[in-house]
Each structure stands twice: as C-alpha cells, then as structure tokens.
C-alpha cells in the first residue's frame, strides 16, 4: 500500500514539473515578434511595426469593421482603443513598445474574451500593417 502511494505522488509531481515546463515554452514562444496567444480572454500579439503605425491599424481595423470608436490615445510607449460593436460589446485594444520597430498588442472583447473576434480585428490589424 506503501508503495502504490509513494508512486501516486511520484506521478503527480512528474506531471507538474512538466506542465511549468510547457508554460515556460508557450511563455517563451510569446516574446517573440509574430507570436500571438490567447490566454484568459485576451489576445496577445507582437508585432514587427512601430507604435504609431499599429495605433494607426488598429484605429484602421475598427473603421474597417464598422465598430464605434469610442477612444483612442497613444504617445511614444503605450496607446488604446476602445470601440463598441452594434451589440454594445466593448472591445480594448492596448499597445505596448518593445523597440522602435516592435509593440506588443492586447486585445479583449467584452469581459471574458471573444476569441473569433479578437482575432478578426488583429486580421483587419495585420491587412492594415501590410499595406502601411
């Protein structure tokens, strides 16, 4: 019976050792420019782009949806937009400068997350970013 318990919690801490070791790889996997990851009702994105140009895309992606532009401010080192759909469903969309040329990007949809939709408006972000 010893034995089958000593064994029991061997399994058990073998399998969270290797959960934190695939969380430190998704981690890792996010840092880089183009990772993109959804956790928690937010979609993150870095992007290879200059803050200005994604604040200007993400202004761009919101038009090209039809949303309504409830906010948005930018500087040099962070920015937000906020819209609204038809529905009345918020959506937040924050930047965040790593370097001249890489911001990192949030976006959430209503209060628990819209993962089709965040996704959709960093689409219409991305097309935008292409163009630009």
Not at 7 to 12: D, E, I, N, P, S
Not at 52 to 76: H, N, P, Q, W, Y
């Amino acid at each position: 019976m010893r034995r089958k318990r000593l064994f029991g919690l061997v399994a058990v801490g073998v399998l969270l050792i290797a959960a934190a070791g695939c969380g430190a790889v998704v981690a890792g996997a996010a840092a880089g420019a183009g990772a993109v990851a959804y956790v928690r009702g937010e979609l993150e994105v870095t992007e290879e782009a200059s803050i200005s140009r994604v604040f200007e895309a993400a202004k761009g992606a919101i038009d090209d949806l039809e949303f309504k532009l409830l906010t948005a401010d930018a500087d040099a080192y962070e920015g937000k937009v906020r819209a609204e759909t038809a529905r009345g469903t918020d959506i937040g969309i924050s930047l965040e400068r790593q370097s001249d040329t890489v911001t990192k990007i949030r976006i959430r949809v209503g209060v628990f997350g819209d993962e089709n939709l965040s996704r959709l408006v960093h689409e219409k972000m991305k097309a935008r970013l292409a163009t630009s």
